[in-house]
């Protein structure tokens, strides 16, 4: 799945401002962590810095840097997305004193856990991500 929208606004060091909405069968992907790596091209002379974008609760985004949140947007360009795990939602708690934590899964069906995105030169408000679990 590569995505690629238009419309944005530019900032210092090249970076673009970059929203949307991150649904799984049309259901709000909620509080979740993905991070957006860079592909560095053969011409490039620097790798742009990780990204990070967080879904409120009805999965609405907006990229950052990763270690820099106050640094809004990305640099265009081509990137893959990867999920921050989660506690396992279907994981029901016995009570017991000795109980582990819940495991760790992805938050999206396993043919999304790496997917190309792609930020375009005038960055946009519509980089939506609609996955399905077919």
Known sequence: MALTSLCGCSGEDGRVSVSGVV??????LKNVTFFATAIRTGDATETPPMLAGVTD?????????????????GRPGTYVISWQMVSDPDFVSTGDENEQEPPA?????????????VIPESGTDSADLVLTTD
Do not use: H, S
Not at 23 to 28: A, C, I, L, Y
Not at 105 to 117: A, E, N, Q, S, T
């Open 23 to 28: 649904t799984v069968d049309g259901e709000p």
């Open 57 to 73: 609760d009805e999965g609405r985004y907006a990229l950052f840097e990763a270690r820099y949140p106050a640094r809004k947007g």
């Open 105 to 117: 899964v992805y938050p999206v069906p396993k043919k999304y856990r790496k997917i190309d995105f």
